[in-house]
């Protein structure tokens, strides 16, 4: 059969962008990729870049109030909002730029609108026009999840529109406790509103090191943010002042604004994936198996939208394994085993493999962990401490989770994932030398386990 395209991509997100580049750069393949919104997707335009930059801008506070204290004499001020949000589209544009324009180089079509399959060869654009194809790749990714069962709901707000404010509440209600609820939390607080976090369970970031939670939520609540666990909101009400929250524990309060950071699904609605035969699970995300073929062996799908691991760099993988899978003859599975991640809360969580929980249930574990007072907050008499954390199989002694809870645990998680994705035993740690004096040297100076499981 003859098809216009060897691949066809519906999605221009991280994992759509790069599958397409690579197959028409690297294996030669005629690509067209259609985007019904802005070219980069949830990370670069509504997701992990502007939210990057706002963690950057949130930290200046609490930066100029330890420079005081070093010596320094420094003037807070006021954090122009306006200043900063005009800034941070100037830069999602150019990033924007920069993705099409690559796409371009590549060889690829862009297709400027939404497109949705027909059948497993075949996707109809919005402006009526269809293109057949020898593969489909579905890379739509996911957007926010707004529970509606409390009244009102509608009055809040969802990370897409956290970059478009008009102005910097003064008040905030976050509602939820996973990363994304957190990250916001922590870069509001710091940015100067007062924040109140609610979150339905027991302790925030449920699925993480059960120490590494709560030391995280002593943290935020020492710099600020009023975190209620247990509690979740009722109904919303629209009132002169702002929006009245009633939560269901009893509490009743005024913000600005409500954010609802309470997960994300995948998005797979209207797209005809069903229609074409394409299975979907219970969240709508669409099934893949470990080379992110769907039911239909024509479609494909990597990213969000496959409800797998749901981060960036991990959609990348799966393009690029889907790339030498079918276009290079290369077979490669995805690869979801130990992978590194970050939490941007301030302090930042890094972790990398098993929770003590989950290590715990599976074999014999020592468990070395050490929490104090760094260097440079023991200085100038900050409470605030950093976590290390190794858990180690007593049989094979390799490190089964590393976890990071300090400033710039994101940067040191990411090199401390390599040694455990090469399977570094406890005594490799031991054997490397210190480097002093910093911190992280803390994670090959633990000598005793805290416990032994
Ligand atoms: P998460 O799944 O991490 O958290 C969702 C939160 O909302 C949980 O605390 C959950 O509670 C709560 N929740 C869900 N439904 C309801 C409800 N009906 N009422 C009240 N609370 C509810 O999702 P996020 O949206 O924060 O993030 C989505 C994904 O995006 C992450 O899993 C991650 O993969 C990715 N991400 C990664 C980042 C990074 O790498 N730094 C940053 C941001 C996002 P409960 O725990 O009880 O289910």
Not at 62 to 87: N, S, T
Not at 141 to 163: C, K, Y
Not at 356 to 380: S, W
Request: hydrophobic share 45%.
């Amino acid at each position: 059969m003859n098809f216009d395209f060897d691949l066809f991509v519906i999605g221009g997100g991280s994992g759509g962008v790069r599958a397409a580049r690579l197959a028409a750069a690297e294996a030669g393949a005629r690509v067209g990729l259609a985007e019904e919104d802005r070219m980069g997707g949830t990370c670069v335009i509504r997701g992990c870049v502007p939210k990057k930059l706002m963690v950057f801008a949130s930290e200046y506070r609490a930066a100029m109030a330890e420079a005081r204290d070093y010596g320094w004499q420094v003037d807070i001020g006021r954090f122009d909002w306006p200043a900063f949000r005009d800034r941070l589209h100037a830069e999602l544009s150019r990033l924007e730029g920069l993705y099409r324009a690559n796409l371009l180089k590549a060889g690829v079509e862009i297709f400027d609108q939404r497109a949705t399959l027909v059948d497993p060869h075949t996707v109809r654009l919005a402006d009526g026009e269809t293109r057949t194809a020898r593969h489909i790749l579905v890379a739509t990714g996911g957007r926010p999840f707004v529970p509606e069962t409390a009244p009102g709901a509608e009055l809040g707000i969802t990370s897409n529109d956290v970059f478009h404010l008009d102005a910097l509440p003064r008040r905030l209600l976050i509602v939820g406790g996973g990363y994304i609820a957190c990250e916001f939390a922590c870069i509001f607080n710091g940015l100067g509103t007062e924040v109140t976090q609610f979150y339905r369970g027991a302790q925030i970031l449920r699925g993480f090191d059960g120490e590494a939670r709560g030391h995280i939520a002593e943290e935020m609540r020492a710099q600020g943010v009023d975190l209620h666990v247990g509690a979740d909101v009722d109904r919303l009400e629209r009132v002169a002042e702002g929006i009245r929250v009633h939560a269901t524990d009893g509490r009743e309060d005024v913000f600005d604004q409500v954010l609802f950071a309470t997960g994300r699904v995948p998005n797979t609605s209207g797209l005809g994936l069903e229609e074409a035969g394409v299975k979907l699970g219970r969240r709508g995300e669409v099934v893949v198996d470990a080379y992110s073929q769907t039911s239909v062996p024509s479609i494909f799908a990597v990213g969000d939208v496959t409800n797998r691991v749901n981060l960036t760099p991990v959609a990348i993988r799966e393009a690029v394994a889907f790339v030498e899978t079918v276009f290079k003859g290369n077979p490669i599975p995805a690869d979801h085993d130990l992978v590194p991640s970050a939490v941007f809360t301030q302090p930042e969580y890094g972790a990398v493999g098993l929770t003590e929980e989950e290590a715990a249930e599976r074999e014999p574990i020592e468990v070395y962990c050490a929490a104090f007072r760094p260097m440079r907050t023991q200085f100038i008499d900050r409470p605030s401490r950093v976590l290390f954390k190794l858990i180690v199989s007593r049989e094979t002694r390799r490190i089964l989770g590393c976890h990071i809870v300090a400033d710039g645990a994101g940067e040191l998680i990411q090199l401390a994932g390599v040694a455990v994705k090469m399977g570094a035993t406890k005594e490799d740690f031991d054997r490397t030398v210190a480097v002093h004096p910093t911190m992280a040297e803390e994670i090959v100076l633990m000598k005793t386990p805290v416990r032994v499981l």
